[in-house]
Nanobody
Framework: QVQLVESGGGSVQTGGSLRISCAASEYLVSRRSMAWFRQAPGKEREGVAHIGSDGSTTYADSVKGRFTIAKDHAANTLYLQMNSLKPEDTDMYYC????????????????????WGQGTQVTVSS
């Protein structure tokens, strides 16, 4: 049974950094397209960053230059390094795994991902 388990969320001040992790089981991170999404209560889930099986990356405009998505193949883990955090980055963050290669236009679309973690909360205070 595929499991994605996020960790590493927490509270930071504006301008701070956090790295969140997503440990996968029964799912090879190295061979799959994966992504990070975020969602606040009452809002739609927003795609933040995607990484393909070839290592190619895609970022939402709101996080370009501040967030970096990466995989550790040996640890079978997905990461999101978040720098220069802003209060508007406050959300529940979810990792997601696909079973195919989303087209460029669909890399940050939640419907293209089958597997989801339970989420980790990131709170940025001003």
């Amino acid at each position: 049974q595929v499991q994605l388990v996020e960790s590493g969320g927490g509270s930071v001040q504006t301008g701070g950094s956090l790295r969140i992790s997503c440990a996968a089981s029964e799912y090879l991170v190295s061979r799959r397209s994966m992504a990070w999404f975020r969602q606040a209560p009452g809002k739609e889930r927003e795609g933040v960053a995607h990484i393909g099986s070839d290592g190619s990356t895609t970022y939402a405009d709101s996080v370009k230059g501040r967030f970096t998505i990466a995989k550790d193949h040996a640890a079978n883990t997905l990461y999101l390094q978040m720098n220069s955090l802003k209060p508007e980055d406050t959300d529940m963050y979810y990792c997601a795994g696909s079973i195919f290669r989303p087209a460029l236009s669909g890399r940050l679309v939640s419907n293209n991902y089958l597997y989801w973690g339970q989420g980790t909360q990131v709170t940025v205070s001003s």
